[in-house]
């Protein structure tokens, strides 16, 4: 079906517009990612979805279309975890860094994918660039236990960064935004850790999740990024095979030590990451408590 036929049933506004199913989702986001859209039409499907909100059937097509096109990374045997990171640091320090590497230090490979989508924040990307982590390059090795690997959603589809930049035109998110922190960009199983800022998107980041039967970690992250507040544990979810496991609650009540964080700036927080990684720093009690959770899910889906 062409897209103007999607935005016909999309397009009538939060009252009226109509859900596609899961097939007619993958096929119309397939459209997008190989460039078989206008500019005006992309803009209007991203306006239309942005105003309709994406159901779970719908994300989960739009996932298919996606996943089946990402150039992925083989993991073979390895386990993995893989960190989406899209949000950056403007208050507080990114540390999905230090999240990913504390990680690798206990045998994970771990993946963290990414891309820039406001000039204004510090990314993981700029942190791992001081901290001396290269994109991976082309095609991606297979990934071993014990490593990091950044690789930039350009790398992993063209179409997908494509979508992602429509922000930079509109100033607004779109459907893409969501998809990432979703999308698995292995070719074997792998814990994607899921994060959202507001409360909506984790009755609806955890439905797809569900549906999809994914294995994942969803938390409230630090401003939008897959890494526990350092100054207070959220609440932790665990989808096993889509069986939703309650793992942490969101931490209560007033804050009794405040953990001295680095200025929201990439060498200062790269710098601050060598010290807690060397131990000459102590790891944030919440991440330290995140990083089990993770180890343990990894344990579980063994």
Not at 140 to 159: C, K, R, S
Not at 167 to 186: D, F
Not at 200 to 211: D, G, I, P, V
Not at 242 to 269: K, V
Request: charged share 20%; proline share 9%.
């Amino acid at each position: 079906m062409s897209i103007r036929q999607y935005l016909k049933e999309i397009g009538r506004g939060k009252d009226g517009a109509r859900a596609l199913s899961r097939a007619q989702a993958a096929d119309l986001m397939g459209q997008v990612l190989d460039g078989q859209v206008d500019p005006l039409a992309l803009g209007a499907f991203c306006a239309a979805m942005r105003i309709k909100g994406e159901t779970p059937e719908e994300m989960a097509g739009f996932l298919d279309a996606t996943e089946a096109r990402l150039h992925k990374l083989p993991n073979a045997g390895v386990p993995t975890v893989v960190l989406p990171s899209y949000n950056g640091a403007r208050k507080l320090p990114v540390l999905t860094p230090l999240l990913g590497l504390l990680l690798a230090q206990r045998g994970v490979a771990v993946v963290v994918h990414g891309t820039a989508t406001e000039d204004t924040r510090v990314s993981s990307a700029d942190v791992l660039a001081a901290l001396g982590h290269a994109p991976a390059p082309q095609p991606p090795a297979p990934l071993q236990a014990g490593q990091l690997v950044f690789v930039p959603t350009g790398q992993l589809h063209a179409g997908l960064q494509a979508l992602l930049a429509v922000r930079r035109v509109v100033g607004l998110r779109n459907s893409g935004h969501a998809m990432v922190k979703l999308m698995n960009p292995c070719t074997g199983p792998a814990l994607v850790v899921g994060s959202y800022t507001h409360p909506e998107y984790a009755t609806s980041m955890a439905a797809t999740f569900a549906l999809t039967g994914a294995h994942a970690l969803l938390l409230r992250g630090t401003e939008g990024e897959p890494v526990a507040d350092p100054r207070r544990l959220p609440r932790l979810q665990a989808f096993r095979g889509g069986q939703i496991q309650e793992l942490r609650p969101a931490q209560e009540g007033p804050l009794t030590q405040l953990p001295d964080l680095p200025a929201p700036e990439a060498s200062a927080t790269a710098t601050w990451t060598r010290e807690v990684l060397d131990g000459r720093r102590e790891v944030p009690p919440p991440m330290a408590q995140q990083v089990e959770c993770i180890l343990r899910e990894l344990d579980h889906h063994a």
